[in-house]
């Protein structure tokens, strides 16, 4: 399994950004799918989560209100969305399904 997060940029605080992350080797419609971010000097922390089909969708308290998490299983993409980004936000973040890990996507979010 591969994964491969794109879409990761210098935003201003109350900014917006899209991340992707496209799967590889993977049974990618039966799989739940998870965004996790990692800001500096501090732990991987979970973000958002996709089911299969319905695609319920969950979102932590953090997020809650300021993300959108979607997938694409024709194309095999999982997709964020964040908005009203702050400063507090600048990390690297990846995707994961079950044990696999993508190499993550740099955000940063200052003037």
């Known amino acids: 399994v591969r994964l491969v997060e794109s879409g990761g940029d210098l935003v201003q605080p109350g900014g917006s950004l899209s991340l992707s992350c496209k799967a590889f080797?993977?049974?990618?419609?039966?799989?739940?799918m998870k965004w996790y971010r990692q800001r500096p000097r501090k732990a991987r922390e979970w973000v958002a989560s996709i089911s299969k089909r319905p695609s319920i969708r969950t979102y932590s308290d953090a997020v809650k209100g300021r993300a959108f998490i979607s997938r694409a299983d024709a194309e095999s993409t999982v997709y964020l969305r964040m908005n009203e980004l702050t400063p507090e936000e600048t990390a690297v973040y990846y995707c994961?399904?079950?044990?696999?890990w993508g190499q993550g996507t740099q955000v940063s979010v200052f003037e």
């Open positions: 994961n399904v079950g044990g696999w």
């Open positions: 080797g993977l049974a990618f419609s039966g799989s739940e």
